[in-house]
């Protein structure tokens, strides 16, 4: 069964096969000698569109399912589901047949236009997953290596009668140190919150397996929404970045921590303390006491920062101007200018405070950054270069940031849209640019 679950999605036999069945499906379904077919099917491609676009905007602005667009590649191919949708229902009324002797032919035609219109399906499926680089093997799909994670042990802990760990700066790797960091689970209780999450994830480099342990820096990160804190792990590709980070400094790397800031897949805090719930205090009180108690990590919160991607990069965003004590730095990939649950502003202000714009204000960090300086304390952007709309967020929150003190790097992410890839692939030099204040470069 590890074949299986090992089988890449996004690259390799598996995309050949889907650009086969989707073009081979599309020639199928659009096939015919007609004048009349043919205006038939630029009838249903401009219906198509008419219903995505109608779709997309109910999603939008009627029912406030989506804060923001979904890129237009992906609109494009939702449009090619529906356009072979249409012509897959126009092949079946065409292949009606009235008299029995015309059954066995008519339930053929019948058989190859819903297996055309499958292949053009699973290409759709293929691209769009591909888009947003959540699922790169079957295995993401199916949970499977993330479902194995064990929960943390005793033996990673603090022991609170052990020596306190070593100075980074006077830390060196021993023999025999693991070449490879670990991921465990754990589950953070919201303590002074009474905020409810689903399991943390926690990634120990090679350098806290070591006798002695030294004070590695921290950083807490979110995943988008909706989605939850594993995204990080398949996704964002989260070990095999950190450990190759890792393997460049001596086996030295931050303890991460991966939070769940909403509590389900569906949800959105907004990461504030508001009616929704008490988000705020949960990721900026239970969850630094949580991981101090429990982890051996540098006590300086001057090399503690969070990070996120989309969503969670705007939650880390927040940390950073809210809570610049426990989260000095931040590493936020694709974030929105603020936080929202729609839309439009104001249906976010009222769902979440009432219509009280000031007090929703007071926490948004471009409101923030107008009135705070930040002298001593970074933050690193990224977004994709094929995703317009979070690069010209980008370009506000650096350009506000830079005006509040922040050192600030502002970097586009090459070939990659509104999708995990931003965030994977901008990952490595982000890292760069912490290792200094973390205390790994001299």
Known sequence: MDFISDIHLTDGPVLWIA???????????????????????????????????????????????????????????FVAVVFALFLWALRLWRLRRPSPQAGRGAWRGRTAVTAAMLGVFLL?????????????????????AVARIQPLESALKRQPAAAPPISLGD??????????????KAEIPG????????????????????????????????????GGPSDWLTGGALRSRMDRFAAEHDGVAPVIVVVDPNGSASANTLCMDSRIARADTFLSRDVPQWIEQNLDVDADHGRWAAGGFSFGATCALQMGTRHPDVYASVLAFSSEREPALAKERHKTVEAAFGGDVAAFDAQTPLNIMRKTRFDGHAVYFGAGSRDPEFIAYMEELSGAARQAGFTVQAQPVANTGHSWEAASNGLPAALNFMAERWGILP
Not at 124 to 138: D, R
Not at 197 to 225: D, H, I, K, M, N
């Open 191 to 226: 303590s002074v919150s009474g905020f409810s999450s689903r399991e943390a994830y926690v990634y120990l480099p090679p350098a806290y397996q070591a006798t002695p342990r030294p004070a590695l820096p921290v950083l807490v990160l979110f995943s988008g929404q909706p």
């Open 124 to 144: 759709a499926a293929v691209q769009i997953n591909a888009y947003f680089g959540l699922n790169h093997t079957v295995s993401d799909v199916m949970g499977t």
């Open 19 to 77: 650009w086969a069945a989707g073009a081979a499906g599309f020639g199928w379904l659009l096939w015919s000698r007609g004048r009349r077919w043919i205006l038939s099917a630029a009838a249903a491609l401009l219906l198509s569109v008419g219903v995505v676009a109608a779709v997309h905007w109910l999603l939008i602005y009627a029912f406030s399912t989506l804060p923001e667009e979904l890129p237009r590649e992906v609109l494009a191919w």
């Open 171 to 184: 830390w060196r790797a021993p023999d025999g140190m693991p070449s490879g960091g670990v991921l465990r």
